[in-house]
């Protein structure tokens, strides 16, 4: 597996990732309804910020992140991401690799830490990957999303000091 | 004082409460460069938020707020608000109307509760009104937000539940 800059081309495959991830609502506040054009504006971040794609030796898309600042102005030292991995790609190890290159990155761009704004609390691989990478649960909002199977259930923020 | 839904011609008198509040840099994570033309993309919260304007008997502009879903899509039954007073105008409970008018609609449009993601910690005028008004502290990101005099203070995530 690579992980390495999106470009165009990888469109095609990254959507119906994203479009999985959304419309099976457990886990992102997107909108369901989001079309492709939508969901590019949102998923591609514009610099300082990136958009990865993970890859396997065939080419085929595992997973994509997006990184980039968590506020603009006095809030730009802080960054933040967001990862998905295709159904199909689950269990491997994407995720975590997509976040640990997502903080080697912020490191190495000069951040203060990483944030996380809205972790759904029963999203439980990721808060367990998250953790074991050095997030921690700053606070809790309950009943902030709404689940479709467990109805209200909390977002985390996390944080990773660097 | 009232405080009723902003209209366009309001905003030559907006605007440079906005430009006041953003390039002090003190509260607010904006971009301070931010021009008249992207703040004004920012503040009027489309429908089914507002941007609401409070204004003395004589029609000056005294502060403003904007209020509406804090996410989209599973989130999206918690509300936000944002409150900008004028400088001339603190001190004189403009804040606390605004927040009390925001509120109020919060609860009467159906929200399950009102989420703060980014308050500075050092804005203790504002984070006591919140309180005031029922919101409690989430939680704090350590050093998120660049303050010009203090340095790196803390931002509270502050919820009220409905």
Known sequence: MEIREFTDADWPQVWPILRAVIQARDTYTYDQD?????????????????????????GVVLGTAKMGPNRPGPGSHVSTAS?????????KGVGSALCRYALDWA??????????NAV???????????????????GTVPGAFEHPDLGRVGLHIMYCAF
């Open 34 to 58: 989001m079309t492709s054009e939508q969901a590019r504006v949102i998923w591609l971040e514009p610099p300082p910020g990136q958009t990865v794609v993970a890859v396997d030796e065939g």
């Open 83 to 91: 990862f998905m991995v295709g159904p199909q790609a689950r269990g």
């Open 107 to 116: 490191r190495s761009s000069g951040y203060a830490g990483m944030q996380f």
């Open 120 to 138: 759904t609390e029963t999203n439980r691989s990721a808060i367990e990957i998250y953790k074991r990478l050095g997030f921690a649960i700053v």
